[in-house]
């Protein structure tokens, strides 16, 4: 004949919904307790404090933006992020590398008109003066 036939577990009923949805499963014996999800409290200080709706992970997106337009090396923010690969990064980000680029080439251009100013005209003539702030890169703008 076939194989015994095993008794089913029979789990509580879950609680669906909002406010069930941190509900913590019952402590096994010999097992601690898990910790409450780390987002729950992000969530009641955020709601506390006025703010929209953001998560944790929107929060990780807007930290490898700002490293990305801070010219944080793309190796870096991919480590930082834990990506197994580079190219893992680079395919989130890519188009952001656009905006950076094109600041880059706009702050080397205006390094190159003034190294050009100063031939033209002497170093002590324009010995004081900077190139505009890049709107990207200035926190003014």
């Not at 990064?89 to 080439?105: F, G, K, R």
């Not at 205006?110 to 324009?126: P, S």
């Amino acid at each position: 004949m076939g194989a015994p036939v095993r008794a089913r577990r029979h789990s509580p009923p879950t609680r669906h919904g909002p406010e069930h949805r941190h509900h913590q499963q019952p402590r096994l014996p010999g097992r601690p307790r898990q910790a409450p999800p780390p987002d729950r409290r992000f969530h009641e200080l955020r709601e506390q404090a006025g703010l929209p709706h953001v998560t944790i992970h929107d929060l990780r997106h807007l930290a490898a933006t700002l490293a990305l337009e801070g010219n944080v090396p793309m190796t870096v923010i991919s480590k930082t992020l834990r990506h197994s690969t580079l190219s893992t990064t680079a395919n989130i980000y890519s188009h952001l590398t656009w905006d950076v680029a094109m600041a880059a080439v706009h702050t080397i251009e205006a390094r190159l008109c003034l190294v050009e100013a100063r031939a033209q005209y002497g170093a002590d003539a324009l010995a004081n003066s900077t190139p505009p702030p890049n709107p990207l890169f200035s926190h003014a703008a």
